[in-house]
């Protein structure tokens, strides 16, 4: 496998980055229970129909973060660039708003944050150690 030039490189840095500053805001207004946003209409719930159950949301999230981790990881052991970054971010965000629209959030915030926190930990070592990597074979 041919190493990713430094601008790549540089480049999934960045992403990266944004990635996080986007799971980070999702998480302070989902902190907040979404009060930037105005409440759903009676109308709007409606057509959005019942709420997934808090055991299928949870389940939904276990699911998604170990297969998140295990993709990682996979990646880390091929030694590829390429990263989940930003579609990472709304998943989680995605987490949290079924959760509010639920009416558990408070109670499952932190299960959302920790799984965030553990996938963006391993996606950002990933791009380090294939930077260390690519440094010692120069």
Do not use: C
Not at 45 to 66: D, K, N, T
Not at 97 to 112: C, I, K, M, R
Request: aromatic residues 12%; proline residues 4%; glycine residues 8%.
């Amino acid at each position: 496998m041919l190493p990713a030039s430094r601008d790549q490189s540089q480049r999934a840095k960045i992403r990266e980055l944004v990635a996080i500053a986007l799971f980070i805001a999702s998480s302070t207004v989902a902190v907040r229970g979404f009060d930037l946003f105005p409440p759903l209409s009676a109308h709007a719930r409606e057509i959005l129909g019942p709420a997934p159950s808090q055991g299928m949301l949870s389940l939904a999230l276990i699911v998604y973060s170990f297969s998140a981790i295990i993709l990682s990881l996979a990646r880390m052991m091929g030694n590829a660039l390429k990263t989940g970054g930003i579609a990472h971010a709304g998943y989680l965000g995605a987490f949290y708003v079924f959760y509010h629209l639920s009416g558990v959030l408070p109670e499952n915030f932190w299960a959302v944050f920790a799984a965030g926190v553990t996938i963006f930990s391993l996606e950002s070592y990933q791009i380090w150690s294939y930077n260390e990597d690519e440094e010692t074979e120069l």
